[in-house]
């Protein structure tokens, strides 16, 4: 675990060391404000990941990163930093991927263990925004996501039955699957892919499970990506499965009232009740220490496309 040595040079603001294995990350404004209603501060949040880290970090790990940058906490709206940023430590790896939209090389920082973690975090990473697919097959996801994200109108039993029949439609395909709170007003599916296919194929997948869904529950979703066309419904989000797109992963905190967290659920648990705001960065790990990591399957065995793909309209 990391432990926590004194700062050099102290200041009002409780600048401290943390030492993690041989390196040193020093935290910067220790006790400044990231949640002010709260009272929650940026080194409560540094805890948390400090304490999560290993649960966390299957989850990053050589994944390039989009950095959501809230460095004057949760009341600023921040702002997104792909390239890494200067003055990055030698010892963070980068991915090198050139930009198609610019032509420029863009250095996306990967975070494998828990002093990149901290280091992040001490930036204002207050999230993490990991790709669908590793640096080892960046052109193949590991797996495919249905986000279930509701407009300012819907209430959250809409999105459990939502998230109900969308695991109902992939149950009765023989998918796997394994579903999270978005740790802000939604939630999030997986469907577990093992970079066996390409981004396009977990898109069209995708499309096709958001459809079954929406067939199912007309009334209150939409597959419409603009909030002005869709109105006051919940959008069965299957473009996040495109090659560079981020959603915040499994234990990843997010700059939302409460401290929330992305948290993995069990199935028996998606009943109405159910709320993002029950899960944050005070009581996740007690309850990853009784429940364990209900998620990492996620990251197993690939489905085999094929065959739930022969089995969508019996």
Same mark, same amino acid.
Request: charged share 25%; with cysteine.
């Given at each position: 675990m990391p432990t926590v040595v004194p700062a050099k040079k102290k200041t009002a603001s409780r600048d401290q060391t943390l030492k993690i294995g041989s390196r040193e990350i020093t935290i910067t404004n220790y006790d400044k404000l990231y949640w002010p209603e709260e009272k929650i501060t940026k080194g409560q949040l540094i805890e948390y990941y400090m304490a999560?880290?290993?649960?966390?970090?299957?989850?990053?790990?050589?994944?390039?990163?989009?950095?959501?940058?809230?460095?004057? *906490?949760?009341?600023?709206?921040?702002?997104?930093?792909?390239? #890494?940023?200067?003055?990055?430590?030698?010892?963070?790896?980068?991915?090198?991927?050139?930009?198609?939209?610019?032509g420029q090389t863009v250095d996306y920082i990967i975070c494998n263990d828990a002093a990149t973690l901290i280091y992040l975090a001490n930036l204002g990473c207050i999230e993490m925004n990991p790709w669908n697919s590793t640096t080892r097959k960046p052109d193949s996801p590991t797996y495919m996501i249905i986000d279930v994200d509701p407009s300012p109108k819907n209430n959250f039993n809409q999105v459990i039955e939502t998230v109900q029949v969308t695991?109902?439609?992939?149950? @009765?395909? *023989? #998918?796997?699957?394994?579903?999270?709170?978005?740790?802000?007003?939604?939630?999030?599916? $997986?469907?577990?892919?093992? #970079?066996? $296919?390409?981004?396009?194929?977990?898109?069209?997948?995708?499309?096709?499970? #958001?459809? @079954?869904?929406?067939?199912?529950?007309?009334?209150?979703?939409?597959?419409?990506?603009?909030?002005a066309k869709r109105g006051n419904k919940i959008y069965v989000d299957y473009l996040q499965n495109s090659r560079g797109q981020t959603l915040a992963c499994a234990y990843s905190a997010r700059p939302v009232a409460g401290a929330q967290v992305s948290t993995p659920v069990l199935q028996k648990e998606i009943k109405p009740g159910l709320h993002p705001s029950q899960f944050n960065i005070f009581n996740t790990m007690a309850r990853v @220490?009784?429940?364990?990591?209900?998620?990492?399957?996620?990251?197993?065995?690939?489905?085999?496309?094929?065959?739930?793909?022969?089995?969508?309209?019996?």
């Open positions: 999560i880290a290993p649960t966390i970090l299957p989850y990053l790990k050589n994944r390039p990163l989009s950095l959501k940058r809230n460095p004057n *906490g949760i009341t600023d709206k921040g702002f997104f930093q792909k390239d #890494a940023p200067e003055h990055t430590p030698s010892f963070i790896k980068t991915f090198p991927v050139l930009a198609e939209s610019t695991c109902d439609v992939l149950d @009765k395909i *023989g #998918a796997s699957f394994f579903c999270k709170t978005s740790g802000a007003t939604g939630m999030h599916v $997986y469907i577990p892919l093992n #970079a066996k $296919y390409s981004y396009e194929q977990a898109r069209r997948f995708g499309e096709i499970i #958001a459809s @079954k869904v929406h067939e199912q529950l007309p009334s209150f979703t939409s597959l419409e990506r603009s909030l @220490k009784k429940l364990g990591d209900v998620f990492f399957m996620a990251l197993g065995k690939g489905i085999d496309l094929q065959a739930c793909l022969k089995k969508i309209d019996r």
